[in-house]
């Protein structure tokens, strides 16, 4: 079964400022998906960004990249030149062939200006 | 392109009572999943559709059941309320429902079971 874990239920960040959320996952599989989506207070999921595991290179949607550790089935997001609409809930998500989306607990991001 | 919309935004219900919520998932989209979301066990998967068959469920009672029309519109249906239903229901649609068409989420209803 899959399994996606975000140990850090909260974080905050000083506008401009950099800044990493955590997730790790569990899977079998060796073909996936991973996720990171945004949940601000307006409560619509967004897909902020997506990576193929086969993939050894790192996705990057501008100001938001993923390092991707596969063997360490670590899945971080770093959120560069943080902005006052980055404030959200994160979630990290995984999808294997055959079985549904799994989402992590999530991540409260609050941009401090 | 007109996004996943669900209807209603907002709901309140006694328990023992049943509940139909709405989902019209983006042109085009042929899955549906739905989630539960609440602060205690975040995004719980309940199902999901594919061209009208259910091709995936979660871990919840037989109270929780669904169904997708041709049309790729898809209705959840709670019956029996219990005050722990309670939640902020997602609706999601996707191409294909796998890893390289991704979810695309609705608003969500809120439901209130009193």
């Known amino acids: 079964a899959q399994t996606v874990t975000q140990s850090q239920p909260e974080m905050s960040v000083q506008e401009a400022e950099t800044v990493t959320l955590s997730c790790t996952y569990d899977?079998?599989?060796?073909?996936?998906?991973l996720f990171w989506y945004k949940q601000p207070p307006s409560r619509q999921m967004i897909l902020v960004i997506r990576?193929?595991?086969?993939?050894?290179q790192n996705a990057t949607e501008n100001r938001f990249s993923v390092n991707f550790q596969k063997a360490a089935k670590s899945f971080s997001l770093k959120i560069s030149d943080s902005q006052l609409g980055d404030t959200a809930m994160y979630f990290c998500?995984?999808?294997?062939?055959?079985?549904?989306?799994?989402f992590g607990p999530g991540t409260r991001l609050s941009v401090l200006p | 392109k007109a996004g996943v919309t669900q209807t209603p935004r907002y709901l309140i219900k006694t328990r023992g009572q049943q509940v139909t919520l709405s989902c019209s998932p983006i042109s085009g989209h042929r899955s549906v999943s739905w989630y539960q979301q609440t602060p205690g066990q975040g995004l719980q998967f309940l199902f999901e559709y594919f061209s009208e068959t259910q091709r995936n469920k979660g871990n919840f009672p037989g109270r929780f059941s669904g169904r997708q029309f041709s049309n790729s519109r898809s209705e959840m249906n709670v019956s029996t309320l219990e005050l722990g239903d309670s939640a902020l229901y997602l609706c999601?649609?996707?191409?294909?429902?796998?890893?390289?068409?991704?979810?695309?989420f609705g608003n969500g209803t809120r439901l209130t079971v009193t």
């Open positions: 999601a649609s996707s191409l294909e429902g796998t890893g390289d068409s991704p979810l695309h």
């Open positions: 899977t079998s599989e060796s073909n996936y998906y």
């Open positions: 998500a995984s999808y294997n062939y055959g079985q549904n989306f799994v």
């Open positions: 990576q193929e595991a086969y993939k050894q």
